[in-house]
Nanobody, 125 residues
């Protein structure tokens, strides 16, 4: 089992930056790919970014390419995945979820196995 706890959400204005963090723990966690998804009101869960468990491959949704960066920090005691979000837009407003799964190249939420509770990001104009 893998536990994921997100933090770092908040209310910002257009053009601002935020960094989301997700602390991961649990058995065999280091073998999982990590990702970020988001869900806005009345919409399905949307892929944002993912990173391979070694950190050597990443993928981004077209809507965030060039603005968001995913990274991972791993050590024996603590594993953290970050999402640096720059040049935020109103359309980025959503609940952001951290996820862990078997493959970084799957953008379908159903392909991911473990989920955090989510953190709200609100961008106002």
């Amino acid at each position: 089992q893998v536990q994921l706890v997100e933090s770092g959400g908040g209310m910002v204005q257009t053009g601002d930056s935020l960094r989301l963090s997700c602390v991961a723990s649990g058995r065999s966690f280091s073998s999982y790919a990590l990702g970020w998804f988001r869900q806005s009101q009345g919409q399905g869960r949307e892929f944002v970014a993912s990173i391979a468990w070694r950190g050597d491959n990443t993928d981004y949704a077209d809507s965030v390419k060039g603005r968001f960066t995913i990274s991972v920090s791993r050590d024996n005691a603590k594993n953290t995945v970050y999402l640096q979000m720059n040049s935020l837009k109103v359309d980025d407003t959503a609940v952001y979820y951290c996820a862990a799964g078997g493959s970084w190249y799957y953008s379908d939420a159903e392909a991911w196995d473990f989920w955090g509770q989510g953190t709200q990001v609100t961008v106002s104009s």
